[in-house]
């Protein structure tokens, strides 16, 4: 064990510098060409394949994984760009247990999907390699179009803009373009700046123009887009995070899960990166789970997520669990944040509150516990950041139809940001693919926005 | 247990598995590895006449197509006969004999159709010790344009001519092996059986170009930029030596002949079915090309044990017992139908069979039951025709159900008679005749 393992408090460099390296490599490293053949080859092609239907972007996944299988990489990229232009990303950060692989009739038969996940990424990683550009952009139509946030939903919605004719101007809060995939994924999911070359590849269409650190409601507003835009396109994800609602929980020590797993991602030498030597996660998703796994990888001797329900309600997925308990995460279900323990300033531990169902109603019990802490994450889900600027909002997101209008003519919206789906970067693309064509049509006269 | 001692023409053999003349049976380090491994019998890689020995390509001499996991289904080779001196074979053979006195060795051979060729190499191969020779009509490439191998094979006036000659000029038993490179296999059969052989062995290599290399626009394997067609064998021909096997063993005029069956044998089970088509015993080389000799033990224990779960006591209780059953088309019962079921605890719901009936065949397969995925046989559109059985992944999944009699046909409209009828009899042939039974 690393000597720095055993520092006490919130505290950088406890590991080796090599071992940081192998610690954040690549979690699914790529197939090789005969690997990928080999599990191509295990493809039953069938029909109306339910992996397909599964698919939020509904990629044809039996014919592109026969083009891996006949040595048809390029053929099998286009197929899934044609759906989706972020396969590459949705390859590698896609609960696909839980979607295209959870649908496979080899999960059925013998328990082993296909890994299509894997397939994707294979054929996705050639083609960008290559800079092979499958689409051309149609005759300009002298529209443009406002997109505002260039992560998954932004980008997809601004590349099918792109390829329809029209121009979009993107808007980002955040220095870089991607969103979640460059800010809030955890760093062993995507490697090597994939997020950064993925944002390249996408815009290398043309016609998109990305201006980064504009945010709207500070820089710009909603009103200032429509009077200047054709459409607008809403695609920020959710700023805000959601409080514990236990006391002391703005002492030093407790931060938001996403800006660690933020600051991990554009951390330049992650031996600087400071993470406690016991470090507390509350919340049962996969931004816990990403927070978890990689405060542990950073060295913490001990982490525990906490989750208020059971392990059958936690929406990070079956696999995203294994993972945490693999890595040395101790995972512990129906206890409640209550009380942030600190010796005045510093968090010293966390009182929590054992709960259950009774009558369909989560209750504490009156029993609690403390686990002891140098450092608590809270990931109890994410919140617009703004009241919504005149749209309805449906649940706290802005409400959308099945296309994507929001209820101001001309104005869309996709995403996390939005009602509709799981907040999942494949279902962001989809929303954000299909509002282009809402839009799209829109701008060529059809139905009204 | 099983008794799989091997008598084939008078040539005794501990099982029935010979490695067929080949490379693999090119030299003693090669044979006396395969004995060591418990093969039953060789027949030595094919001797030329005396004299410079031909000679190899220095460049491939495989292809090979494959399927899932490069598992090897066929190999095609322009690999010639020897390319060692006669006498270096002659004293390994001997050796070798010595050495392993109750397997067989067989002494494969091909020299220009000369009655002096043959009668000059006969004497020195018999001097060997060798139990029998195989006269090499088959190969379908090199030697075959210098007027050997299935030059002679296509031509049964020659092949009588040829195995006439070895049967005056030796005492050693001797098997004709033939080329499957021709219309109809029955005749060199025939021919081979008019020259007085005791045998026949098929099929030599089929006629094959594996693949085209797509950068060279050149066949595979390439040599210098320029391919030849080779000759095919591995698991992808043993249907077309099956057939030939089958032909030889039911056509009256050379029912009884023994046969030694060749063909892409990879397994006990591809064994079997050679023998119960009526070969007497099995060569083998693709597969021990491709996995070693080793294989032969899991013939021998696969083999043994199916005979004995099936109570056969040696291989005479299976020889040629399915030849009865091989008849013409024209007397197959057409009173007999059967229909498909699908077994729903099975089902993993890929939809293969669906597709394939709906647009390949007969839309006898639904895709739904109640809104959700589901994939059911429609017995008023199944004509029994085995697809959907043959696409389905899943072994036993789906089968096909005989309609005992007295049932009606919800396709036809008919009851089921069980009285057996067939084309020759049927009212829509315009040759219709009183029923005729197949000859048994």
């Not at chain 1, 959870?102 to 894997?118: D, F, S």
């Not at chain 2, 159709?113 to 379908?140: H, Q, R, S």
């Not at chain 2, 017992?321 to 059967?338: F, G, H, K, P, S």
């Amino acid at each position: 064990m690393a000597q720095g393992v055993l520092k006490q408090g919130i505290a950088p460099g406890r590991l080796e510098p090599d071992q940081y390296k192998s610690n954040f490599a690549d979690l699914h490293p790529p197939l090789d060409r005969h690997e990928a053949y080999v599990e191509a080859d295990r493809c039953y092609f069938c029909y109306d394949a339910p992996c397909m239907n599964a698919c939020p972007t509904s990629i044809d996944i039996p014919l592109f994984i026969r083009e891996i299988a006949t040595g048809n990489p390029m053929g099998a990229a286009e197929t899934i760009f044609e759906q989706n232009i972020l396969g590459g990303m949705c390859a590698r950060v896609c609960p696909t247990e839980q979607l295209c692989e959870e649908a496979c009739v080899r999960e059925e038969a013998e328990g082993k999907p296909v890994k299509i996940g894997q397939l994707q990424r294979y054929a996705t990683d050639i083609a960008m390699f290559h800079g092979a550009q499958f689409f051309e952009r149609a005759e300009p139509t002298g529209k443009t179009v406002a997109v505002v946030g260039a992560g998954p939903a932004g980008l997809a919605a601004a590349h099918r803009l792109a390829v329809k004719g029209h121009d979009v101007v993107m808007f980002d809060a955040r220095p870089k373009s991607g969103g979640l995939n460059e800010y809030g994924i955890a760093s062993y999911k995507s490697t090597d700046g994939f997020a950064q070359r993925e944002v390249d590849y996408v815009t290398a269409i043309g016609g998109i123009t990305i201006e980064n650190d504009k945010a709207l409601g500070r820089d710009f507003t909603l009103e200032d887009l429509q009077a200047k835009y054709s459409a607008v396109f809403l695609g920020m994800g959710l700023g805000g995070v959601n409080a514990l609602q236990a006391e002391n929980e703005d002492a030093a020590g407790v931060a938001n899960a996403v800006d660690f797993i933020a600051e991990l991602r554009q951390a330049a030498d992650l031996a600087n990166l400071a993470v406690g030597r016991r470090v507390v996660v509350i919340g049962g998703g996969m931004t816990a789970v990403d927070a978890a796994v990689q405060s542990k990888l950073l060295g913490a001797e001990e982490v525990t997520m906490v989750y208020r329900r059971g392990k059958e309600q936690m929406s990070a997925s079956e696999f995203e669990q294994d993972l945490a308990a693999a890595k040395g995460v101790t995972i512990r279900h129906w206890m409640a944040p209550k009380r942030v323990l600190t010796d005045g300033q510093k968090v010293t531990g966390i009182e929590l509150a054992y709960t259950a169902l009774v009558d369909g109603k989560l209750v504490q019990s009156g029993e609690v516990t403390t686990i002891a802490a140098d450092q608590v994450f809270k990931a109890i889900g994410q919140t617009l950041a703004s009241d919504g600027g005149g749209l309805d909002l449906a649940g706290g997101k802005i409400a959308v139809d099945e296309q994507g209008r929001t209820s101001l003519r001309g104005v869309w919206a996709g995403g996390d940001c939005a009602t509709g789906g799981d907040d999942l970067t494949v279902t962001a693309v989809a929303e954000g693919r299909d509002a282009a064509e809402s839009i799209h049509a829109y701008l060529a006269g059809g139905s009204n926005g | 247990m099983a008794d799989l001692r091997n008598n084939f023409v008078g040539i005794k053999s501990p099982n029935p598995f010979w490695l067929a003349s080949a490379p693999p049976t090119d030299k003693a380090y090669n044979v006396e590895r395969a004995f060591k491994a418990g093969w039953g019998g060789v027949v030595w890689k094919t001797l030329g006449e005396e004299g410079p020995p031909v000679v190899n390509v220095n460049g491939p001499r495989y292809g090979a197509i494959f399927g899932a996991d490069r598992r090897l289904l066929g190999l095609n080779n322009i690999e010639l006969i020897t390319d060692r001196p006669l006498q270096v074979n002659l004293q390994e053979m001997k050796q070798v004999k010595m050495n392993w006195p109750d397997r067989a060795l067989i002494a494969s051979i091909m020299v220009p159709c000369e009655e002096e060729a043959w009668k000059a190499i006969l004497p020195l191969v018999e001097e060997t010790g060798a139990d029998g020779i195989e006269l090499n009509f088959g190969c379908p490439h090199g030697m075959s344009e210098r007027g050997m191998g299935a030059a002679v094979g296509q031509v049964p006036e020659y092949i009588e001519m040829v195995v006439r000659w070895c049967k005056q000029y030796t005492r050693m038993p001797v098997i004709t092996k033939l080329t499957p490179n021709i219309t109809d296999i029955r005749k060199p059969a025939r021919a081979a059986k008019a020259g007085g052989t005791d045998a026949v062995s098929l099929i030599n290599t089929i006629n094959s170009i594996v693949s085209v290399d797509l950068d060279d626009f050149a066949p595979v394997p390439t040599v210098a930029g320029k391919g030849t067609h080779g000759g095919y064998c591995g698991p992808a021909v043993k249907p077309i030596a099956l057939n030939m096997v089958a032909e030889i063993a039911r056509d009256p005029e050379t029912h009884g002949l023994p046969i030694s069956g060749i063909g892409g044998i990879t397994t006990w089970r591809d064994a079997a079915e050679f023998i119960a088509l009526g070969s007497g015993n099995v060569q083998v080389c693709t597969a021990a090309m491709t996995y070693g000799f080793k294989i032969v033990e899991e013939m021998i224990s696969g083999l043994s044990n199916w005979m004995d779960e099936k109570g056969h006591k040696d291989l005479d209780a299976i020889t040629g017992r399915a030849v009865r059953n091989v008849t013409d088309w024209q007397y197959l019962d057409l009173e007999y139908i059967a229909k498909a079921k699908i077994d729903q605890d099975l089902c993993i719901k890929c939809g293969r069979c669906h597709i394939a009936c709906e647009d390949t065949s007969h839309q006898a397969i639904s895709k739904e039951k109640d809104g959700k995925r589901y994939f059911e046989v429609m017995n008023d559109e199944c004509v029994g025709c085995n697809l959907c059985v043959n696409v389905c992944p899943v072994d036993d999944c789906i089968t096909m159900e005989a309609l005992p009699v007295g049932t009606l046909d919800e396709r036809t409209g008919r009851v089921v008679t069980g009285k057996y009828a067939n084309w020759t009899s049927h009212p829509n042939n315009p040759m219709a005749r009183p029923a005729v039974e197949p000859a048994e």
